[in-house]
């Protein structure tokens, strides 16, 4: 049996047309520049293709991934935009790549030195868009320099890729890169960074290549940066409608909405004494005659351990918090004493972990927060087994499709989608 084949116990529903709005609206906050929708990380947790075509949906003309297996399943899904993997390792299958059409991302000697080589097997010509590392000290060649001018490593390799093109197996159609601090705006970093970038991006004309692309703009800089736009933004977290600078302002003030909400239904519902220990070491002891409801979701499938005791979950219109120990599949809550809190719950009654927040309930945000982490590792964290139930399937081109065992499409509202 698959999983779709049993009622789960939880589940992850994503708004489809949540993506879709989130990319228009960045799409026309980067007005003169075209965009690109990050999708790596299966699509930051939400699902990689059902993402991906929403995406479309909602603008975007190209499509990235970091790894190459993840491009190849877009091309496999039928989806033929421009497609880009950058972060590859010596001996990745880059014939597959050319065979596909798939632009790559060019951080070292060896990358291109591979690359031309699958190039000349399959007598294809290799799109290629050459990282240049501007400061993150990362992924890329790197071009900070004392004197103020373009890094070696960074000249050698566009002048490698030059050679390349000349002998006729590349084509250098971008330049690309990656901030280290956009989400503070302000930061000296930025404009530090933009400089070795238009640095790099001269000395690629001087060699006579005639770049399609430049691009290093993130979610952060997407929404606070304007001038590092050049000819393409690239969104990951503000598509999934998660804000990328939470200290400068939510989702809903760049016109944003979250695509995520994380349901689980009530497993059992009992009364305990006030005095009772709750969980795993008992680390939370109830403070008066109370009722525990138990939800069947743990850090099995994503639930931070961390957030032990201070996770949020909205249940029977009561906002509250975990009581006691996150467990590999469980979860408590203490709803209050009968006739006060969620007094109405009761075992199947859905709970959410996080959505978003329009209902008064937890964000992923929110949840970062009592993690001590980011939201980006909160919705990408979130487990395999959960299903992925999609909203508004049809008015992105996804009516009746799966991508898995565990993915369904469905129009219906999150409270019924599983029911």
């Known amino acids: 049996m698959t999983s779709t084949d049993v009622h789960s116990p939880a589940r992850l529903v994503v708004d489809l047309r949540a993506i879709r709005d989130n990319v228009a609206e960045l799409a026309r906050r980067a007005a003169g520049a075209r965009l690109l929708a990050v999708v790596k990380g299966d699509a930051y947790g939400h699902g990689l293709v059902p993402t991906a075509r929403a995406a479309l949906a909602g603008g975007a003309t190209w499509l990235g991934t970091a790894q190459l297996a993840e491009s190849l399943a877009l091309r496999a899904a039928g989806i033929d935009v421009p497609v880009i993997s950058w972060l590859h390792g010596p001996g990745a299958d880059f014939v597959r790549a050319l065979e596909a059409d798939v632009d790559l991302g060019v951080s070292a000697p060896w990358a291109l030195a591979e690359i031309e080589a699958a190039a000349v097997a399959t007598g294809r010509v290799a799109r290629l868009h050459v990282k240049i590392d501007t400061g993150l000290a990362r992924n890329g060649a790197f071009g900070p320099s004392p004197d103020g001018s373009l890094g070696a490593d960074a000249r050698s390799l566009l002048e490698a890729a030059a050679d390349a093109e000349q002998r006729g197996t590349v084509r250098v159609v971008g330049l690309m ?45 997407t929404l606070t940066v304007p001038d590092s736009h050049y000819d393409l933004v690239r969104p990951g977290l503000a598509i999934y409608g998660l804000s990328p600078v939470p200290q400068v302002a939510g989702p809903a003030e760049y016109g944003l909405r979250p695509a995520m909400t994380f349901v689980a239904d009530v497993a059992n519902v009992k009364s305990v004494p006030a005095g009772q220990g709750v969980s795993y070491g008992h680390t939370y002891v109830t403070p008066r005659a109370t009722r525990l409801a138990l939800l069947p979701v743990g850090y099995a499938d994503g639930v931070p351990r961390h957030a032990s005791g201070s996770g949020p979950v909205l249940v029977g219109g009561l906002r509250t918090r975990l009581a006691g120990r996150v467990c ?31 209902d008064g309930g937890p964000t992923a945000q929110d949840w970062a927060d009592a993690a001590g982490t980011i939201s980006y590792e909160i919705v990408t964290r979130m487990s395999g087994r959960l299903p992925r139930v999609y909203l508004g399937a049809d008015e992105v081109g996804m009516t009746g499709q799966t991508t898995d065992s565990t993915t369904r499409t469905t129009t219906r509202t999150a409270g019924g989608a599983d029911r």
């Open 328 to 358: 590999m599949d469980q979860v408590v809550v203490d709803i209050g004493p009968p006739g006060e809190g969620a007094a109405t719950v009761e075992s199947g009654d859905p709970a959410v972990l996080f959505g978003d927040g329009s």
């Open 177 to 221: 890169s990656h901030f280290v601090e956009s989400d503070e705006p302000g930061s000296p970093t930025i404009r530090a960074q933009q400089d070795v970038f238009e640095r790099a991006d001269a000395y690629a004309s001087g060699l006579g290549l005639g770049l399609q692309v430049r691009h290093m703009a993130n979610s952060a800089a």
